[in-house]
């Protein structure tokens, strides 16, 4: 089935560790995004990506990183600068960027959930 | 820069009746806004796309207008059902290359 694989669901990090959420997509979009979601708040933007080898900064990127090296992968590494990383993380995808000619509507993985302890 | 508001936060109604939520935004210069529903710990479903040429869009018992001139969108659900239980978030874009999303409006439906 075509869509969007997000892993670990659930992940536990210690004070100080970097941890890498994977997201896959078998919907051969060209773009990719990764959001965070906070209970009570929308989603925000973390990263996003048009094409493989370049990505864009979202809204609070501080305290994460991301490549894309390959058109169906967008991981996801938390790093230890992040000071409040425990939040739930959607990765989504849609065919292209959206602007004329194409709808840009997004679709969603099942997400993962990050915990520090 | 776009901002979008979703009103009621939480709206619980019995089974079978017609409801109505709300999204407004800020920067009418969209060229689409989507609704979405999601249920708890899961990830985002898309429900509709409607296109900034378009007024409304249907799928189902989901009836999604757009007017533009006004900054508001309103999700339509036609005798609703325990199963429609979710949040329901709507998102506008800010520029070509993110979406704004709403903070949501909680359903619960009861039987």
């Known amino acids: 089935d075509g869509g969007i694989t997000q892993s670990p669901k659930y992940l536990f990090r210690k004070e100080g560790q970097n941890v890498t959420l994977s997201c896959e997509q078998n919907?051969?979009?060209?773009?990719m995004y990764w959001y965070r979601q906070d209970p009570g708040q929308g989603l925000r933007l973390i990263y996003y990506?048009?094409?493989?080898?370049?990505?864009q900064k979202g809204d609070i990127a501080e305290g994460y990183s991301v490549s894309r090296e390959k058109k169906e992968s967008f991981p996801l590494t938390v790093t230890s600068a992040q000071k409040n990383p425990t939040a739930f993380y959607l990765c989504?995808?849609?065919?292209?960027?959206?602007?004329?000619?194409?709808?840009?509507?997004?679709?969603f993985g099942e997400g993962s959930r990050l915990t520090v302890l | 820069k776009q901002e979008v508001t979703q009103i009621p936060a939480a709206l619980s109604v019995p089974e079978g009746e017609n409801l109505v939520l709300n999204c407004s935004f800020t920067?009418?210069?969209?060229?689409?806004l989507q609704w979405f529903r999601q249920d708890p710990g899961k990830g985002l479903t898309s429900l509709l796309l409607?296109?900034?040429?378009?007024r409304e869009q249907t799928s189902g018992r989901l009836n999604a207008s757009l007017d533009k001139s006004s900054g508001r969108s309103t999700l339509y659900i036609a005798a609703s059902q325990p199963g429609d239980s979710a949040t329901y978030l709507c998102?506008?874009?800010?520029?070509?290359?993110?979406?704004?999303f709403g903070a949501g409006t909680r359903l619960a439906v009861h039987p």
């Open positions: 989504a995808s849609s065919m292209k960027v959206a602007g004329v000619g194409n709808t840009g509507e997004l679709f």
């Open positions: 919907l051969n979009h060209d773009a």
């Open positions: 990506s048009q094409i493989v080898n370049d990505f």
């Open positions: 920067d009418s210069a969209i060229y689409n």
């Open positions: 409607i296109q900034s040429s378009q």
């Open positions: 998102a506008a874009p800010d520029g070509y290359n993110k979406l704004i």
